[in-house]
C-alpha cells in the first residue's frame, strides 16, 4: 500500500525553522516525483516546493523562495521541507503528494497531477 506520512508541524515563532518530513511507504523515489502543499484557513490548497528526478531539479513558489528548501534522502526514503524565516501568512495544513516520473510534464504545481496524498501536518506560525 502506497503511503505518504507528513510530520514536524506544530507551533512555532515567527521567524522559526522548522523542518517537515515526509516518509514513503510502498514505493521509491526513483520513480516519484514529489510536491509539497499547504492549506490556509479560509483559503484554497496552493503549491509550495517540489523535487524532481531524484532530486535534479526543483521548483518552489514566489512566496516561499528563498525561505524554503526541499531536498531528498533516498536512502531513508523521505522527502523533506526545510523552512525558515516563517511568517504568520505560511500557517496551514502542509500535505506532502507524489506522482509518478512520467507525469513531470505537467507543470508541478497541478494538484490533480499528483497520484498520492499525505494526510497533512499542521503548522502554525504565532508569537
Known amino acids: 500500500q502506497l503511503q505518504l506520512v507528513e510530520s514536524g508541524g506544530g507551533l512555532v515563532q515567527p521567524g522559526g525553522s522548522p523542518r517537515l518530513s515526509c516518509a514513503l511507504s510502498?514505493?521509491?523515489?526513483?520513480?516519484?516525483?514529489i510536491g509539497w502543499f499547504r492549506q490556509a484557513p479560509g483559503k484554497e490548497r496552493e503549491g509550495v516546493s517540489y523535487?524532481?528526478?531524484?532530486?535534479?531539479?526543483?521548483a518552489d513558489a514566489d512566496s516561499v523562495k528563498g525561505r524554503f528548501t526541499i531536498s531528498t534522502d533516498n536512502a531513508k526514503n523521505a522527502v523533506y521541507l526545510q523552512m525558515s524565516s516563517l511568517k504568520p501568512e505560511d500557517t496551514g495544513v502542509y500535505y506532502c503528494?507524489?506522482?509518478?516520473?512520467?507525469?513531470?510534464?505537467?507543470?508541478?504545481?497541478?494538484?490533480?497531477?499528483?497520484?498520492?496524498w499525505g494526510q497533512g501536518t499542521q503548522v502554525t506560525v504565532s508569537s
Open positions: 523535487i524532481a528526478n531524484s532530486g535534479t531539479k526543483t
Open positions: 503528494a507524489a506522482r509518478r516520473r512520467y507525469l513531470m510534464n505537467y507543470i508541478w504545481s497541478v494538484q490533480t497531477s499528483y497520484e498520492y
Open positions: 510502498g514505493f521509491t523515489l526513483e520513480y516519484y516525483d
